[in-house]
Every structure is written in C-alpha cells, then in structure tokens.
C-alpha cells in the first residue's frame, strides 16, 4: 500500500492482493453495519453503546449524559456505512483482481483510518480478543477462526500505520 | 390582584441548583484515556494531537502512560466540555472516560 498526498487530495494506491484483503475485510464490516444493533453479539453491542465513566453514572450524576453517548454512539454505524459502501462501489467499478486506487480529502482519509478501526475494534470485541493475544505470532494460533481474526487486525492496522506515517511525514515537511 | 394558590400543588423534588451549577461551571472533570490491546500507539498519538491539540511530544508522553499505566488523565474541564472530549475521542474509537477530580 501506497499512500501519498498532492497537497488537496491524498491517494491510496493498494496492489491486487492488498485490494483483495480490504474488500473482503470492508464488505464484512458493511455487513456489520446494516445488522440491527439488538442481533449483535452481546460483547460487540457493549461496545457500540460504550461508557462514558468509569464509575456509577447514578452515584456520578451522569445518567442523561451515558444516555447521549449511547444515542451518539449508535448513530456512528450508519453514518460510516454510506462512506464504505461509497469506496467499495468504486473498488466494484475499477474491477475485482486488479490494482486498487482510492482518490480521498484529508478529512476522508481520517475517517479512513477510523473505518479500519472499527472493523479491528469489532472483531476484537466479538472475538474476545486480549492483550496476550495481540502479542501472539498469529501463525502460530491454532485455531483457525482466531488465527484469521489476529490477521486481519494486525492487516488493517499496518494499512493504518501507512496512512498514520504518511500524515506525519506530510505535516512535518 | 388576587393570587390563589392551589392546595394539592404536587411537592417538586428537591433540587441543589447551587450544587449542579457549580459541577457544571466548574472544571471538576478530568478526562481519562484508557488502555486496550487494540488500538495502534501511533493511532492514539495521532487522536490526542487531532482532538486534543497536543504537541507530538505531549502526545506521545500520554500514550506511553496510557499503556504502562493503563490510563492517562489527558485534561481537567467543565462537565460539558469534557463530556465533548470523551465523546470526539471514542468516535475515534478510544476507551476515553469522564471522571470528577
């Protein structure tokens, strides 16, 4: 993966099998997506409604505000799908098996990133997957299921470290 | 004029208006960031730099808090402006939390 900036708009460049990876990984999230909140498994609708203290929002006179964030979090899914689907259309006009470009602004590009994360946060939250797991060689997982999910957290994050180092380096020059 | 007060007026709850303005007003909340095994170090530099307006060191120095010792407190505000600092953190998918000082 490639990721460089003319200055307006920033360009994703991704080879065949690169591309191949996104999609498959993308499409999934889209599925993740357009499914109703109350069918999630329970650990993943925990972290679309998400905390917004530590503590006991009674004792802390926090309820009203837990309940915005719940309303704020949940609103997050269809408001990113219409994006991803926007990008995914585009990797379907250029055509499956080929080298991928992905023309974006700088603010879609952040919303880039946040979009991969919430594919690596889901399956993390659905897999159950810990701090001991993410320090595992995943070819070394033997569970196929689980060896699958680390790859494809450890996939989406390096794509994320490109977009991450190409933003530093751009705004350092 | 004559005011006629009603004798069945419901009682209303007691509310300390003093004691909710000044949790509102003052900058009693801190605003913690948490750690997960997910989410990249350089992502969450990045977050505090984009959301918080910190400098890369800054940055950096909370996000190596954040994993040793599994939280930074990253700013002291208002109930409302921190409540809209956790919210702009976990939208980008930060564990960030609101707790009173």
């Known amino acids: 993966m490639i990721c460089t900036s003319d200055g307006d708009r920033w360009c994703l460049e991704f080879s065949e099998i690169e591309a191949q990876l996104l999609v498959d990984s993308m499409t999934e999230l889209v599925t993740h997506y357009e499914t109703a909140f109350e069918d999630l498994p329970q650990s993943v609708r925990d972290h679309w409604r ?7 929002t009674t004792d802390l006179d926090l309820v009203e505000e837990q309940q915005q964030l719940e309303e704020e979090r949940l609103s997050w899914r269809s408001a990113r799908l219409p994006i991803l689907q926007g990008w995914l259309s585009q990797h379907r006009r250029a055509g499956a098996g080929k080298k991928w470009s ?16 919430d594919r690596r946060l889901t399956i993390a939250s659905q897999f159950i997957v810990s701090e001991d797991d993410m320090d595992l060689d995943p070819r070394e997982v033997e569970d196929e299921i689980r060896r699958q999910v680390l790859w494809e957290i450890h996939l ?7 977009c991450l180092v190409s933003l530093r380096d751009t705004h350092n020059n | 004029m004559v005011l006629i007060y009603a004798s069945n007026t419901e009682a ?13 007003f003052s900058k009693g909340w801190g605003i913690i960031v948490w750690n997960d095994p997910i989410n990249l170090m350089s992502y969450v530099v990045y977050v505090f730099q984009s959301v918080l307006k910190m400098n890369t060191q800054d940055a950096t120095r909370h996000m190596i808090e954040v994993h040793q010792k599994g939280k930074s407190l990253v700013g002291i505000e208002t109930k ?8 702009h953190l976990q939208s980008f998918g930060l564990k960030a939390t609101m707790e009173p000082q």
Request: charged share 25%.
């Open chain 2, 80 to 87: 409302e402006r921190a409540e809209f600092i956790v919210h």
């Open chain 1, 102 to 117: 992905l023309l974006m602004s700088p603010a879609d590009l952040e919303l880039f990133i946040i979009i991969l994360n």
């Open chain 2, 12 to 24: 209303l709850p007691e509310i300390d208006v003093e004691a909710k303005l000044k949790s509102a």
């Open chain 1, 50 to 56: 998400g905390k917004v203290t530590n503590g006991n």
């Open chain 1, 156 to 162: 989406l994050g390096y794509f994320q470290e490109i």
